[in-house]
C-alpha cells in the first residue's frame, strides 16, 4: 500500500508568506484607487486558471495560461503609477527606517540625517495660518525633485520667515504654485507638481490634492496652509493628516527629519 506524503520544506513556508506580504502590499497600495477591481479580477482570473489547471482541463488550462502571459504587458501599463510608487518606496531610506526595528542592520546601512532649520518654516506658517493665506511647502529628502524644482522659478535662497510669507502672500506671482525646499536651501517657488488620482473623502481643494500627489511619488514632506480655513495639514508617502496643530508640526519635523539629538543637546 503507497501512502502519499507532502514533501513541506521550511522554504516552503517562507515563500507562502512572501506571497502573502506581497498580496497584502499591494491591496494596501490599491485601496482606494480604482486599480483595486483590476486586481481582485487578476486574482480571481489566475485562480481559476490555477484550478483549472489542477483539474487538468487542458484546453481552457491553455486559453487561460495564454491570455495571463500574454495580458502580462497590459497589466505593467495599466499599473504603472502603483509599481512606480512601490519600487520608489522600496527604494528610499524611509522605507527601511520603518522597519529598522525588524531590521537593525538595514536601518544603520540607509539611516538619514539633516541639518536643517525649522524654526523659520514653523513661523511663518503660524503667521500665513493667523492670515488666512494658502501655502503649499515642499520639504525634500533624498529625492530632491529636480524635474519639477525646474517647473517654477529657481531661487536658491537661504530658509527666511519673511521670504516664505512673501512668496505665499496673496498679490505674489508665485503664491498658487508650490515651494521646494532641499536642505537648508529655498530651491523653487511656483512650481507645478502631481496631483493625486485616488479618491479622497475629505473635501479638500488641489493644494491638499497636489501634496498627496507629491508625497506619493517620492519621499518628501509636504506642508499645506489652508487658504478658506486657515489650518495646517501635511502629507508623507501620500497620506494626509489634517487640521494639526504648530507644536504638532514641529513635532512631525523633528521626528522625520531625525533632528532629535540636536533639540536634545540643545
Known sequence: MNLLFIDIRFLDFVDVFLVALLLYTLLKMLKGTVAINIFFGIVALFLI????AALQMELLSEILGAFISVGLVALIIIFQPEIRQFLLALGTPSFFNK?????KFLNLIFKEKFDFDIDPIIVA???MAEQKTGALIVITRQNELSQYVNTGQVINASISTH?????FFKNSPLHDGAMIITGNKIRAAGCIIPVTKKQITARVGLRHRAAIGISEVSDCIAIIVSEETGKISYSIKGEMKYRISIQRLQLMLIEELGLES???ES
Not at 522597519?99 to 531590521?103: E, P, S
Open 99 to 103: 522597519y529598522g526595528r525588524k531590521f
Open 163 to 167: 521670504i516664505i510669507e512673501n512668496i
Open 262 to 264: 540636536e533639540t536634545k
Open 125 to 127: 506658517c503660524h503667521h
Open 49 to 52: 486558471w490555477k484550478l483549472v
